[in-house]
């Protein structure tokens, strides 16, 4: 009978060992899987800008679009600086500083297609996993920087007093270059 | 104890044979690009609660009008999230959409039922126009759904010229018709923020906080929405719809 007792009061030591030793699995369950190649390393394009984003929701779809749109926006700001660049050098090879009537117009020009030339711009690639109790996104964002190279011609040819001013620069010339060649190869796609 | 013990036994192989007879589908459901016939629908809906045929009528009914805002609508809307130290926070969002009505009426008339499915958890109908969608024995026969791999659009989005394409997806919700259509929805808004959005994003940073508020609006005109394909992880418990537009 004490043989028992010790053997049962043994057992249930063993057993409270295991249950409760803790071990390397963490409080809340995960299933994370792993984490894509593509986020860690986005592809690189001349032709194209990428985006991405990861983020967690308990909801799926709020996960989902909170990752795009942030993605989105981290390609609009991609796009400003692209823009902002060429505005540069537009404004320091034609000179136009000094002009303040035709600066004004052409930074609204760069202004308006940073606002509306997220065209096109795709969720490439996406992954959803469960992370706990919530879902998590993995996005990638593409975006062709044709289209806004092609917006921001468009603006400006719209102002004739600015596209008399650019179209003889080199700078315009590359810009054209850039477009026609985007032009391109959406049709031979 | 003993009768309780049947009892439960036989409603749990109940449950099961429901639950594998639910994972059954029809293959122009999960492959609707592969029909023969322009323009149709697929539409989901739950099952009958009395009488099959007033469920199949009433899921030809809503398909129709699924179809006209498939053929021409206009999406306006937003959507802004703000992100803090303490995580980004969903502001709200707003959508609507606006077509035409009549386009219904015109279809309902045009088309017809080509095919319905109906188990214990949903209702599918095919309708199209009846001359020309002429479903052949493998576009007829069910799958299940174990049975089919996960596809490449899944996670990496198609590219087909001309097009835009855009995967919804949902959660598993207690009625399996609110996935489907929640997906069907999601890729929808997903043609709709690639055809066109507009993101404005402000950024503050001070030596204590930083904050990030972004918003996202849309204003498209979308034409010609087609479902490209449906696929269901079971592991995972998520549906997903794949959708396309012409450019």
Known sequence: MQILKSLFATALVAVLLVGCGGGSEPLQKTDTGDVPDWYVSPPSDPNYLYAVNTSTSKDMQIAVDKATQAARTELGRQVEVKVNALQKRFTEETGIADDAQLLDQFTQASKTVVSTSLSGSKEKQKKILKDGNNWRAYVLVEYPLGAAQEALREQIKKNEQLYTKFRASQTYKELDDEVQKYEQSKKGE | MYFRGCMKAIVLILTLCAAAVAQEYPRWFLQQDQLPC??????????????????????????????????NVRISGGQTFWTTEAGVHSMGAH???????????????????????????????????????????????????????????????????????????SEEYFY??????????????????????????LQKKSAIESQDLFNEDVDVQLKNVEIIARWKDLQKKIFYVLARTKQ
Not at chain 2, 177 to 201: C, D, G, I, P, Y
């Open chain 2, 38 to 71: 322009r323009p149709n629908v697929v539409m989901v809906m739950r099952a009958p609660s009395l009488y099959k045929d007033s469920a199949v009528a009433l899921a030809f009914r809503t398909g129709c009008e699924l179809l006209a805002k498939y053929t």
């Open chain 2, 95 to 169: 959508y609507t959409e606006v077509f035409d009505s009549s386009l219904t009426d015109q279809f309902q008339s045009s088309l017809k039922i080509i095919a319905a499915f109906v188990d214990k958890n949903k209702t599918i109908v095919l309708a199209g126009d009846s001359s020309a969608c002429v479903l052949n024995d493998e576009l007829q026969s069910s799958v299940r759904m174990e049975t089919l791999p996960q596809p490449g659009w899944v996670e990496k989005l198609p590219v087909v010229t001309g097009y835009y394409y855009g995967v919804g997806s």
């Open chain 2, 176 to 201: 399996e018709v609110s996935s489907w259509q929640r997906a069907e929805q999601n890729a929808f808004m997903s043609l709709a923020r690639t055809t066109h959005s507009k993101v404005v994003s």
